[in-house]
Protein backbone atom coordinates (compact mmCIF):
# COMPACT_ATOMS: atom_id res chain seq x y z
CA UNK A 1 0.00 0.00 0.00
CA UNK A 2 2.56 2.51 1.10
CA UNK A 3 6.42 2.06 0.14
CA UNK A 4 9.06 4.35 0.90
CA UNK A 5 12.15 3.11 -0.77
CA UNK A 6 15.84 4.79 0.73
CA UNK A 7 14.07 7.96 1.30
CA UNK A 8 16.80 11.04 2.05
CA UNK A 9 15.39 14.42 2.30
CA UNK A 10 17.95 17.04 2.81
CA UNK A 11 16.90 20.86 3.64
CA UNK A 12 19.49 22.98 1.94
CA UNK A 13 19.38 26.49 4.96
CA UNK A 14 21.70 29.42 4.86
CA UNK A 15 23.49 27.51 7.31
CA UNK A 16 24.24 24.32 5.58
CA UNK A 17 22.45 21.40 5.28
CA UNK A 18 20.20 19.62 7.38
CA UNK A 19 19.69 15.95 6.80
CA UNK A 20 15.87 15.56 7.87
CA UNK A 21 15.47 12.06 7.21
CA UNK A 22 18.20 9.45 6.28
CA UNK A 23 18.23 6.39 3.91
CA UNK A 24 14.35 5.18 5.27
CA UNK A 25 12.83 2.05 4.05
CA UNK A 26 9.46 0.91 4.91
CA UNK A 27 6.29 -0.87 3.87
CA UNK A 28 2.97 -0.49 5.40
CA UNK A 29 0.07 -2.69 4.46
CA UNK A 30 -2.71 -1.80 3.35
CA UNK A 31 -5.56 -1.75 6.12
CA UNK A 32 -2.84 -1.07 8.79
CA UNK A 33 -2.63 1.21 11.38
CA UNK A 34 1.16 2.09 11.70
CA UNK A 35 2.97 4.05 13.59
CA UNK A 36 6.04 6.48 13.26
CA UNK A 37 7.68 7.24 17.16
CA UNK A 38 10.05 9.85 17.75
CA UNK A 39 11.17 12.91 19.75
CA UNK A 40 10.80 16.02 18.39
CA UNK A 41 13.23 16.39 14.98
CA UNK A 42 13.61 13.10 14.44
CA UNK A 43 11.93 14.02 11.43
CA UNK A 44 8.47 12.58 11.69
CA UNK A 45 6.68 15.39 10.16
CA UNK A 46 9.02 15.70 7.05
CA UNK A 47 8.21 11.56 6.73
CA UNK A 48 4.47 13.13 6.47
CA UNK A 49 4.65 15.63 4.47
CA UNK A 50 6.75 12.99 1.76
CA UNK A 51 3.79 10.50 2.37
CA UNK A 52 1.19 13.41 1.10
CA UNK A 53 3.52 14.57 -1.44
CA UNK A 54 3.91 18.16 0.02
CA UNK A 55 7.72 17.46 -0.13
CA UNK A 56 9.79 15.32 -2.80
CA UNK A 57 12.69 13.39 -1.32
CA UNK A 58 16.16 14.02 -2.14
CA UNK A 59 16.72 10.19 -2.85
CA UNK A 60 14.10 7.79 -3.38
CA UNK A 61 10.74 6.75 -3.92
CA UNK A 62 7.55 6.91 -2.19
CA UNK A 63 4.73 5.07 -3.37
CA UNK A 64 1.22 5.04 -2.41
CA UNK A 65 -1.84 3.29 -3.33
CA UNK A 66 -0.02 1.71 -6.41
CA UNK A 67 1.35 5.92 -7.92
CA UNK A 68 4.07 7.26 -7.18
CA UNK A 69 3.86 10.34 -5.02
CA UNK A 70 7.39 11.62 -5.42
CA UNK A 71 7.61 12.04 -8.67
CA UNK A 72 4.24 12.83 -9.98
CA UNK A 73 3.26 16.37 -10.19
CA UNK A 74 0.03 19.00 -11.13
CA UNK A 75 -3.22 17.82 -11.63
CA UNK A 76 -1.95 14.27 -11.25
CA UNK A 77 -0.56 15.25 -7.73
CA UNK A 78 -3.74 16.62 -6.77
CA UNK A 79 -6.09 13.77 -7.66
CA UNK A 80 -3.66 11.25 -5.73
CA UNK A 81 -3.49 13.94 -2.63
CA UNK A 82 -7.41 13.47 -2.83
CA UNK A 83 -7.02 9.70 -1.39
CA UNK A 84 -4.48 10.88 1.71
CA UNK A 85 -6.04 13.06 4.00
CA UNK A 86 -4.57 14.26 7.18
CA UNK A 87 -5.42 15.07 10.72
CA UNK A 88 -3.78 17.54 12.94
CA UNK A 89 -2.75 18.26 16.46
CA UNK A 90 -4.32 21.06 15.76
CA UNK A 91 -7.15 20.46 14.32
CA UNK A 92 -6.98 23.14 11.82
CA UNK A 93 -10.56 23.76 11.43
CA UNK A 94 -12.22 27.23 9.61
CA UNK A 95 -13.44 29.01 12.85
CA UNK A 96 -16.16 31.08 10.98
CA UNK A 97 -17.73 27.74 9.56
CA UNK A 98 -20.18 25.48 11.37
CA UNK A 99 -19.63 21.96 11.59
CA UNK A 100 -20.89 20.88 8.82
CA UNK A 101 -19.33 23.57 6.70
CA UNK A 102 -16.11 22.57 7.94
CA UNK A 103 -17.45 18.77 7.11
CA UNK A 104 -18.59 19.66 3.63
CA UNK A 105 -15.52 21.98 2.89
CA UNK A 106 -13.33 19.16 0.90
CA UNK A 107 -16.74 18.14 -0.71
CA UNK A 108 -17.28 21.64 -1.76
CA UNK A 109 -13.61 21.78 -3.23
CA UNK A 110 -13.92 18.11 -5.16
CA UNK A 111 -17.10 19.48 -7.08
CA UNK A 112 -19.83 17.27 -5.17
CA UNK A 113 -23.63 18.60 -5.58
CA UNK A 114 -25.06 20.07 -3.16
CA UNK A 115 -27.73 17.07 -2.10
CA UNK A 116 -24.87 14.65 -2.07
CA UNK A 117 -23.26 16.65 0.28
CA UNK A 118 -26.00 17.23 2.58
CA UNK A 119 -26.26 13.40 2.56
CA UNK A 120 -22.57 13.09 3.29
CA UNK A 121 -22.30 15.24 6.26
CA UNK A 122 -25.01 13.88 7.82
CA UNK A 123 -23.64 10.31 7.35
CA UNK A 124 -19.35 11.26 8.51
CA UNK A 125 -21.46 13.55 11.50
CA UNK A 126 -23.00 10.17 12.56
CA UNK A 127 -20.19 8.41 12.43
CA UNK A 128 -17.61 10.67 14.37
CA UNK A 129 -20.62 10.60 17.05
CA UNK A 130 -21.33 14.64 16.79
CA UNK A 131 -25.17 13.89 15.97
CA UNK A 132 -26.39 17.29 17.15
CA UNK A 133 -23.95 19.49 16.68
CA UNK A 134 -23.90 20.29 13.08
CA UNK A 135 -24.48 23.42 14.23
CA UNK A 136 -21.84 24.50 16.42
CA UNK A 137 -19.05 26.30 15.55
CA UNK A 138 -15.59 25.36 16.16
CA UNK A 139 -15.07 27.55 19.21
CA UNK A 140 -18.23 26.18 21.00
CA UNK A 141 -16.50 22.75 20.75
CA UNK A 142 -14.50 21.14 23.75
CA UNK A 143 -10.78 19.79 21.96
CA UNK A 144 -11.61 16.24 21.57
CA UNK A 145 -15.33 16.89 19.22
CA UNK A 146 -13.01 19.62 17.71
CA UNK A 147 -10.91 16.46 16.15
CA UNK A 148 -14.08 14.56 15.45
CA UNK A 149 -14.76 17.68 12.99
CA UNK A 150 -10.99 16.90 11.86
CA UNK A 151 -11.37 13.43 11.48
CA UNK A 152 -15.28 13.80 9.05
CA UNK A 153 -13.51 16.05 7.20
CA UNK A 154 -10.55 14.11 6.45
CA UNK A 155 -12.72 11.11 5.67
CA UNK A 156 -15.26 13.35 3.96
CA UNK A 157 -13.87 12.25 0.10
CA UNK A 158 -13.53 8.59 0.80
CA UNK A 159 -9.38 8.59 1.32
CA UNK A 160 -7.57 5.44 1.02
CA UNK A 161 -4.94 6.78 3.62
CA UNK A 162 -5.37 8.63 6.38
CA UNK A 163 -2.12 10.65 7.87
CA UNK A 164 -2.82 11.58 11.71
CA UNK A 165 0.29 14.56 12.68
CA UNK A 166 0.28 14.09 16.86
CA UNK A 167 -3.62 14.15 16.60
CA UNK A 168 -3.99 13.52 20.11
CA UNK A 169 -1.07 15.23 21.44
CA UNK A 170 -3.41 18.83 22.35
CA UNK A 171 -6.13 16.42 23.93
CA UNK A 172 -6.14 15.02 27.48
CA UNK A 173 -5.61 11.48 28.33
CA UNK A 174 -9.33 10.24 28.26
CA UNK A 175 -9.84 12.75 25.52
CA UNK A 176 -7.04 11.12 23.71
CA UNK A 177 -8.39 7.65 24.30
CA UNK A 178 -11.47 8.71 23.00
CA UNK A 179 -10.27 9.46 19.67
CA UNK A 180 -7.90 6.87 19.33
CA UNK A 181 -10.96 4.31 19.85
CA UNK A 182 -12.54 6.17 17.04
CA UNK A 183 -9.58 5.57 14.63
CA UNK A 184 -9.62 2.46 15.29
CA UNK A 185 -13.15 1.99 14.77
CA UNK A 186 -13.13 4.13 11.41
CA UNK A 187 -9.81 1.12 10.84
CA UNK A 188 -11.91 -1.74 11.54
CA UNK A 189 -15.42 -0.40 9.68
CA UNK A 190 -13.88 1.15 6.39
CA UNK A 191 -10.67 -0.92 6.36
CA UNK A 192 -8.77 2.50 5.95
CA UNK A 193 -4.86 2.45 6.06
CA UNK A 194 -4.02 5.33 8.92
CA UNK A 195 -0.09 6.25 9.26
CA UNK A 196 0.23 8.17 12.19
CA UNK A 197 3.14 10.37 13.79
CA UNK A 198 3.73 11.00 17.36
CA UNK A 199 6.11 11.13 20.73
CA UNK A 200 3.75 9.02 22.56
CA UNK A 201 4.40 5.13 23.05
CA UNK A 202 0.99 4.95 24.83
CA UNK A 203 -0.51 6.07 21.43
CA UNK A 204 0.83 2.90 19.74
CA UNK A 205 0.42 1.05 22.09
CA UNK A 206 -3.31 1.48 22.08
CA UNK A 207 -4.05 1.13 18.10
CA UNK A 208 -0.98 0.21 16.04
CA UNK A 209 -0.15 -3.20 15.11
CA UNK A 210 3.26 -2.15 14.00
CA UNK A 211 6.11 0.57 14.67
CA UNK A 212 8.86 2.54 13.25
CA UNK A 213 10.84 4.01 15.94
CA UNK A 214 13.22 7.19 14.51
CA UNK A 215 16.10 9.29 15.64
CA UNK A 216 17.81 11.81 13.89
CA UNK A 217 16.10 11.32 10.27
CA UNK A 218 16.80 7.35 10.48
CA UNK A 219 14.35 4.65 11.18
CA UNK A 220 16.71 2.66 14.45
CA UNK A 221 14.06 0.02 14.92
CA UNK A 222 10.63 -1.43 13.46
CA UNK A 223 8.25 -4.39 13.97
CA UNK A 224 5.28 -5.59 15.37
CA UNK A 225 4.21 -3.53 18.71
CA UNK A 226 4.29 -6.75 21.21
CA UNK A 227 7.55 -7.93 19.55
CA UNK A 228 8.97 -4.24 19.75
CA UNK A 229 7.77 -3.73 23.56
CA UNK A 230 9.25 -6.81 24.48
CA UNK A 231 12.48 -6.98 23.18
CA UNK A 232 13.75 -3.38 22.72
CA UNK A 233 16.71 -3.20 20.76
CA UNK A 234 17.90 0.86 20.24
CA UNK A 235 18.27 3.04 23.79
CA UNK A 236 15.80 5.19 22.60
CA UNK A 237 13.04 2.46 21.85
CA UNK A 238 14.05 1.05 25.62
CA UNK A 239 13.13 4.42 26.78
CA UNK A 240 9.79 4.93 24.97
CA UNK A 241 8.43 1.38 26.08
CA UNK A 242 9.36 1.95 29.22
CA UNK A 243 6.78 5.27 29.35
CA UNK A 244 4.26 2.68 29.32
CA UNK A 245 5.40 -0.07 31.42
CA UNK A 246 5.99 2.39 33.97
CA UNK A 247 9.58 1.06 35.26
CA UNK A 248 10.92 4.66 34.40
CA UNK A 249 9.12 5.57 38.03
CA UNK A 250 10.16 2.69 39.77
CA UNK A 251 13.75 3.63 39.26
CA UNK A 252 14.31 4.87 42.54
CA UNK A 253 12.38 1.20 44.11
CA UNK A 254 15.15 -0.68 42.36
CA UNK A 255 17.99 1.98 43.67
CA UNK A 256 16.52 1.27 47.31
CA UNK A 257 16.06 -2.23 46.70
CA UNK A 258 19.22 -2.59 45.41
CA UNK A 259 21.00 -1.27 48.45
CA UNK A 260 18.41 -2.54 50.89
CA UNK A 261 18.66 -6.46 49.82
CA UNK A 262 22.68 -6.53 48.29
CA UNK A 263 21.57 -10.48 48.00
CA UNK A 264 20.01 -12.20 45.49
CA UNK A 265 18.80 -10.79 42.08
CA UNK A 266 16.77 -7.88 41.05
CA UNK A 267 15.20 -9.21 37.63
CA UNK A 268 12.46 -7.96 35.16
CA UNK A 269 10.24 -10.12 33.92
CA UNK A 270 8.39 -9.30 30.01
CA UNK A 271 5.14 -11.37 29.63
CA UNK A 272 2.78 -11.12 26.44
CA UNK A 273 0.14 -12.38 25.27
CA UNK A 274 -1.78 -15.74 27.11
CA UNK A 275 1.93 -15.74 29.13
CA UNK A 276 0.45 -12.79 31.25
CA UNK A 277 -1.99 -15.46 33.05
CA UNK A 278 0.17 -18.05 34.14
CA UNK A 279 1.01 -18.66 37.85
CA UNK A 280 4.83 -19.25 37.31
CA UNK A 281 5.92 -16.62 40.42
CA UNK A 282 4.18 -19.01 42.83
CA UNK A 283 5.12 -21.53 40.76
CA UNK A 284 9.27 -20.55 41.19
CA UNK A 285 8.18 -19.85 44.87
CA UNK A 286 7.20 -23.42 45.57
CA UNK A 287 9.38 -25.38 43.80
CA UNK A 288 12.56 -23.99 44.34
CA UNK A 289 11.74 -22.11 47.51
CA UNK A 290 12.51 -18.65 46.41
CA UNK A 291 12.11 -15.77 47.71
CA UNK A 292 10.45 -13.32 46.00
CA UNK A 293 9.68 -9.46 46.33
CA UNK A 294 7.59 -7.68 44.15
CA UNK A 295 9.16 -3.99 43.26
CA UNK A 296 6.99 -2.94 40.46
CA UNK A 297 4.10 -4.44 38.37
CA UNK A 298 2.14 -3.33 35.14
CA UNK A 299 0.35 -4.64 32.68
CA UNK A 300 -1.25 -3.18 29.47
CA UNK A 301 -3.14 -3.88 26.46
CA UNK A 302 -2.21 -3.78 22.45
CA UNK A 303 -3.92 -4.74 19.90
CA UNK A 304 -2.16 -7.62 19.79
CA UNK A 305 -2.57 -8.80 22.98
CA UNK A 306 -1.71 -7.80 26.64
CA UNK A 307 2.00 -6.79 27.59
CA UNK A 308 2.86 -7.11 31.22
CA UNK A 309 6.26 -6.48 33.37
CA UNK A 310 7.17 -7.25 36.36
CA UNK A 311 10.30 -6.50 38.46
CA UNK A 312 10.74 -8.77 41.22
CA UNK A 313 14.13 -9.70 43.62
CA UNK A 314 14.51 -12.76 43.17
CA UNK A 315 16.64 -14.40 46.33
CA UNK A 316 17.68 -18.01 47.32
CA UNK A 317 20.62 -20.83 46.93
CA UNK A 318 22.36 -20.12 44.04
CA UNK A 319 21.30 -23.21 42.02
CA UNK A 320 17.62 -22.83 43.06
CA UNK A 321 17.50 -19.12 41.86
CA UNK A 322 19.24 -20.73 38.21
CA UNK A 323 16.41 -22.91 38.10
CA UNK A 324 13.77 -20.79 38.86
CA UNK A 325 15.41 -18.72 35.97
CA UNK A 326 15.36 -21.83 33.45
CA UNK A 327 11.41 -22.22 34.43
CA UNK A 328 10.56 -18.76 33.25
CA UNK A 329 13.23 -19.40 30.16
CA UNK A 330 10.99 -22.36 29.28
CA UNK A 331 7.26 -20.75 29.47
CA UNK A 332 9.01 -17.62 27.15
CA UNK A 333 9.31 -15.05 29.59
CA UNK A 334 11.56 -12.98 29.34
CA UNK A 335 14.12 -12.18 32.27
CA UNK A 336 16.49 -9.77 32.43
CA UNK A 337 18.77 -9.09 35.29
CA UNK A 338 19.24 -5.57 36.74
CA UNK A 339 22.26 -5.32 38.14
CA UNK A 340 22.46 -1.25 38.53
CA UNK A 341 20.34 1.27 37.71
N1 LIG B 1 11.55 23.13 5.67
C1 LIG B 1 12.65 22.87 6.40
N2 LIG B 1 13.79 23.54 6.17
C2 LIG B 1 14.89 23.28 6.90
N3 LIG B 1 14.98 22.35 7.87
C3 LIG B 1 13.87 21.65 8.14
C4 LIG B 1 12.65 21.88 7.42
N4 LIG B 1 11.71 21.02 7.92
C5 LIG B 1 12.32 20.31 8.89
N5 LIG B 1 13.61 20.67 9.02
C6 LIG B 1 14.60 20.09 9.96
O1 LIG B 1 14.60 18.69 9.78
C7 LIG B 1 14.70 18.01 11.03
C8 LIG B 1 13.49 17.09 11.21
O2 LIG B 1 12.33 17.89 11.39
P1 LIG B 1 10.85 17.33 11.51
O3 LIG B 1 9.94 18.50 11.68
O4 LIG B 1 10.58 16.40 10.38
O5 LIG B 1 10.94 16.49 12.86
P2 LIG B 1 9.78 16.00 13.81
O6 LIG B 1 10.20 14.66 14.29
O7 LIG B 1 8.48 16.11 13.14
O8 LIG B 1 9.85 17.02 15.00
P3 LIG B 1 8.70 18.00 15.54
O9 LIG B 1 7.71 17.11 16.20
O10 LIG B 1 9.43 18.89 16.48
O11 LIG B 1 8.18 18.71 14.32
C9 LIG B 1 14.82 19.11 12.08
O12 LIG B 1 16.17 19.30 12.34
C10 LIG B 1 14.21 20.32 11.41
O13 LIG B 1 14.77 21.50 11.93
Not at 232 to 245: D, G, L, R, Y
Request: aromatic fraction near 4%; proline fraction near 3%; glycine fraction near 8%.
Amino acid sequence: MIELKDISKIYKTKNGEITAVKDVSLSINKGEIFGIIGYSGAGKSTMIRLLNGLEKPTTGTVEVNGQQISSITGTQLRQARQKISMIFQHFNLLWSRTVADNIAFPLEIAGVPKAERVTRVKELIDLVGLTGRENAYPSQLSGGQKQRVGIARALANNPEVLLCDEATSALDPETTDAILELLLDINKRLGLTIVLITHEMHVIRKICRRVAVMEAGRVVESGDVLDVFQNPQAEITKNFVMQVSGTRESKESIEQILVNYPTGKIVKLTFIGNKTEQPVISQIIKEFNVEVNIVHGNITQTTSGPYGTLIVQIDGKPNQVEEAFKLLESREIQAEVIDHV
